[in-house]
């Protein structure tokens, strides 16, 4: 993963855990109640991607216990994994593209609700992503994939193609950077990656008919499983991002100036709205800022906002960047990935940082998206993650109106616990995440997602359950605290 280059090592927040009186006064451990979202406390786990579903994109044993560990800290609520919309094979990531899924995610809900004695309110993030394919080897796409026509021959001065096959094949990436147009370059150095400008391919002009219906879909079929609302994934490198982006130049409507970007994200919420229940939740994942140049920032993201509010967006929870346009090259053999540049930074920012450092780092973008709702009128609750992981941290946010709901991702995988901790006065106890995006690196080579801070620990305990080599334990040990209290 890409750091900031001055490579300031910050050292984690020193933290003054509250007594248990203290965390009931307090305002994280208080209940939210804002139109459709009611919270037994503004405390959230944002959704992480855990790799242990089925290649099929089914709920697995690995699964249930991700998400059983997880609740058992009670937050006020818990989002489950970006999950696809279509039917189609997408890797051991979970799916909602058919019925066939509802009877494996209606489990899930179940155990969800026994671990966390039905106080933790649970949410399916719903995800598009457009086709994106591996690095190809060199030889392969020169030789095969590359489209070669007259005006790259003409440019290249070759008098056939399989002239100019074999010199491109011979000329080092930096010649070949220069000669190729953009594309081309980008399908051979990265791997070719579909974008929602591709307005030639039909599916992807096809699009703004196709998603409404494919979302509503999705939401309908996670209510059915019992779920109390869906995320709609409109952040990151995916699909409605990509739509929202400032970089989104798109000609048939969807595309340009801000009013058009936010059309499709505003038409999906409408026909999600309209496909299920009065009572059932539908927010929004969104970015403050890309992060990446020429693209959308905190004004934009605060004109969205307001306008996803406006149409009646039960949440907004804000992330940062993640983006493909500044991603690392990948290896031969490997698709990019939005989390290794600078942008992907923003997103999981490690305790390696610039002098910002990576605690509370969307907030003060967070803040301004907040304000700008709050001044249109709207009382939509914000959620806001990025290097929260103190008690006062959270408790400063709240009150001074920086965001409304706490959600905490890689501190809830260090410790699931930590939010039941720190509420019954046992702070002191929380296993603090340390920002070293171990388990982000996992996420990057689809490995199934563990924290360097647990998964050696008593492997050989009977009824543990391990990664796939064997090596590592995939949920963190139990809590049974100096008194034997805690969790079950
Ligand atoms: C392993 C891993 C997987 C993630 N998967 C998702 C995802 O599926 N959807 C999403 O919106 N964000 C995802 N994120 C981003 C987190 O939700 C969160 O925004 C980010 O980690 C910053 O919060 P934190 O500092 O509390 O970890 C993931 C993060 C991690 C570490
Ligand atoms: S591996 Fe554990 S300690 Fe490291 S960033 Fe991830 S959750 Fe935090």
Request: glycine residues 10%.
């Amino acid at each position: 993963m890409w750091k900031p280059p001055e490579r300031i090592r910050h050292p984690l927040p020193e933290a003054r855990w509250p007594s248990a009186q203290e965390a009931a006064r307090s305002r994280l451990f208080s209940p939210l109640e804002v139109g459709r979202l009611r919270l037994a406390q503004c405390t959230w786990v944002p959704a992480m991607v855990p790799w242990r579903a089925t290649e099929e994109g089914f709920v697995t044993e690995e699964v249930l216990a991700w998400y059983e560990r997880l609740a058992r800290g009670r937050p006020g609520a818990l989002v489950v994994e970006a999950t696809g919309i279509r039917d189609v094979p997408s890797g051991p990531l979970l799916r909602v593209g058919d019925d066939r899924f509802v009877p494996g995610l209606a489990e899930l809900v179940a155990i969800v609700r026994r671990a966390s004695g039905g106080e933790t309110r649970l949410f399916l993030q719903v995800i598009d992503f457009l086709a994106i394919r591996r690095r190809p080897e060199k030889e392969k796409f020169f030789r095969r994939y590359l489209e070669v026509g007259p005006e790259l021959l003409g440019r290249i001065g070759a008098a056939s193609e399989a002239e100019a096959r074999e010199t491109l094949l011979a000329l080092p990436d930096e010649a070949l950077e220069r000669l190729l147009a953009p594309r081309d370059w980008e399908a051979y150095a990265f791997g070719y990656r579909e974008r929602v400008t591709d307005l030639h391919l039909p599916r992807i002009a096809e699009l703004p008919r196709v998603l409404p219906g494919l979302f509503a879909a999705a939401a309908t079929r996670a209510e059915a499983a019992g779920f109390d609302g869906v995320e709609l994934h409109y952040a990151h490198a995916y699909t409605m991002a990509s739509f929202l982006s400032a970089r989104n130049s798109r000609t048939d409507g969807y595309g340009g100036p801000r009013e058009h970007r936010v059309r499709l994200p505003l038409e999906v919420l409408a026909a999600v709205r309209e496909a299920v229940g009065e009572d059932f939740v539908v927010g929004c994942r969104m970015l403050a800022d890309e992060c990446i140049e020429g693209g959308s920032g905190v004004e934009d993201a605060a004109w969205f906002a307001s306008e996803l509010a406006r149409a009646g967006a039960d949440f907004l929870s804000l992330s940062r960047g993640g983006k493909f346009e500044d991603a690392k090259r990948p290896r031969v053999g490997w698709a990019a990935y939005p989390y290794t540049g600078p942008s992907g930074y923003e997103c999981m920012p490690t305790a390696i940082s610039d002098a910002r450092g990576p605690f509370g780092r969307n907030v003060s973008a967070a803040r301004a998206v907040r304000a700008a709702v709050r001044s249109a009128g709207l009382d939509t609750p914000i959620v806001v993650a990025g290097g929260l992981a103190t008690f006062e941290q959270a408790e400063a946010l709240l009150a001074d109106g920086g965001a409304d709901v706490i959600a905490a991702a890689r501190q809830s995988l260090a410790d699931p616990d930590w939010w039941e901790k720190v509420r019954l006065g046992r702070g002191g106890e929380v296993r603090r995440c340390i920002y070293s995006n171990y388990c982000e690196g996992l996420d990057q080579m689809h490995k199934q997602v563990t924290c360097q801070l647990w998964d050696r620990e008593d492997l050989d305990e009977p009824g543990v359950l391990r990664s796939k080599d064997g090596r590592r334990r995939l949920v963190a040990p139990d809590w049974t605290g100096p008194e034997g209290g805690g969790s079950a």
